[in-house]
T-cell receptor, first 114, second 113 residues
Framework: KNQVEQSPQSLIILEGKNCTLQ??????????LRWYKQDTGRGPVSLTI?????NTKSNGRYTATLDADTKQSSLHITASQLSDSASYIC?????????????FGAGTILRVKS | NAGVTQTPKFRILKIGQSMTLQCTQD?????MYWYRQDPGMGLKLIYY???????DKGEVPNGYNVSRSTTEDFPLRLELAAPSQTSVYFC????????????FGDGTRLSIL
């Protein structure tokens, strides 16, 4: 079964520190991998997208990496801010014979404290 | 631009009652989706639509129905509410192309008691 596993489940860091969130997937073949940020009580918002041929993509203080050989992605947050407190969701687009399908990870809950 | 708007934000239902979760988007997107999000789980696709008049089942369609009479609206209907349908429901829309992101509403938190 195609899956997306994220780690850690939750993380607490001090404001200003860096952190890295992990995403391992078994989805194959896939066309792209996206990271979403979901604030409490809100819907997910796209942060970055990488196709299978891309290794890294940045969006401000967020940098995503992708290793398609090992089927791993990471999201690195630099100089964290209180507003980074949210759930971060890794989503892989699976290529299928007819159309495609999104496989969602369960998310990593990040709390940034002052 | 309001994006994707879902109503209501919260609702409590009794077992066996029915209700419709509303979803509307103003981005002229053809693709629309309904998901449910349960604690500790990834979002699961309930139904989706590739355009007005066209709908199809996702992973977990049992107990739900949808319609798509216009490009803007994609309501989700629960006919006989069951405790297993307690969840947060998200509607999303997407423009043309595989690399376009899905735009999500802020969800409807539904409790069945």
């Amino acid at each position: 079964k195609n899956q997306v596993e994220q780690s850690p489940q939750s993380l607490i860091i001090l404001e200003g520190k860096n952190c890295t969130l992990q995403c391992n997937y078994t989805v194959s073949p896939f066309s792209n991998l996206r990271w979403y940020k979901q604030d409490t009580g809100r819907g997910p918002v796209s942060l970055t997208i990488m196709t299978f041929s891309e290794n890294t993509k940045s969006n401000g203080r967020y940098t995503a990496t992708l290793d398609a050989d090992t089927k791993q992605s990471s999201l690195h947050i630099t100089a964290s801010q209180l507003s980074d407190s949210a759930s971060y969701i890794c989503v892989v687009r699976e290529l299928m014979e007819y159309g495609n399908k999104l496989v969602f990870g369960a998310g990593t809950i990040l709390r940034v404290k002052s | 631009n309001a994006g994707v708007t879902q109503t209501p934000k919260f609702r409590i239902l009794k077992i066996g009652q029915s209700m419709t979760l509303q979803c509307t988007q103003d981005m002229n997107h053809n693709y629309m989706y309904w998901y449910r999000q349960d604690p500790g789980m990834g979002l699961k696709l309930i139904y989706y639509s590739v355009g007005a008049g066209i709908t199809d089942k996702g992973e977990v369609p049992n107990g739900y129905n949808v319609s798509r009479s216009t490009t803007e609206d994609f309501p989700l209907r629960l006919e006989l509410a069951a405790p297993s349908q307690t969840s947060v429901y998200f509607c999303a829309s997407k423009g043309q192309g595989p690399n376009q992101p899905q735009h999500f509403g802020d969800g409807t938190r539904l409790s069945i008691l």
